[in-house]
């Protein structure tokens, strides 16, 4: 029984790695870099996500793409008219968000993390 109950457990264990490294390899970084470049978000951000064209455009590259997807995901939450915490409203990033998917959110939040930056630590 109690082998058994290992054994469940390294099965369950393999399930949650294989789904979580699938998940990654699922958020394509080329793609992410396209659509940047298609919804303009370089007109404010910059090319490299770091050289903003005003200061109250915030540095992207480099930054966690946990933090990124979620950010852009509070944007459409705030479109929506939702008030909670996770929630943003602001009028550029609200009506920017209203065009991307959640795909595109989330090879976009990875694409950004992957560049180079001192906004994170490199490992
Ligand atoms: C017209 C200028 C402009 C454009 C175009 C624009 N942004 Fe932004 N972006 C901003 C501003 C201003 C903020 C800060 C908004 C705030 O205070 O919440 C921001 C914030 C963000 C944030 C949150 C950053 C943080 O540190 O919390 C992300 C992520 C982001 N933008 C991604 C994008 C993406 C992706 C696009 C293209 C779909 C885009 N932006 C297009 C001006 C712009």
Redesign the pocket.
């Known amino acids: 029984m109690k082998k058994l109950s290992s054994m469940k457990l390294a099965a369950t264990l393999g399930l949650v790695i294989a789904f979580t490294s699938g998940t990654a390899a699922a958020q394509d970084l080329v793609a992410g870099q396209q659509a940047?470049e298609k919804?303009?978000?370089a007109?404010?951000?910059g090319a490299d996500a770091k050289s903003s064209t005003l200061p109250?455009?915030?540095v992207?590259a480099g930054?966690h793409a946990d933090y990124?997807l979620h950010?852009?995901r509070s944007y459409k939450r705030g479109a929506t008219g939702s008030t909670t915490v996770n929630a943003?409203n602001?009028a550029?990033?609200t009506a920017?968000?209203q065009q991307?998917s959640e795909a595109d959110m989330q090879n976009?939040a990875a694409w950004l993390a992957s560049l180079p930056s001192d906004l994170a630590v490199r490992r």
């Open positions: 940047f919804f303009a978000c007109s404010c951000h109250s455009y915030p992207l930054q990124l950010a852009l943003r602001n550029v990033m920017m968000v991307l976009i």
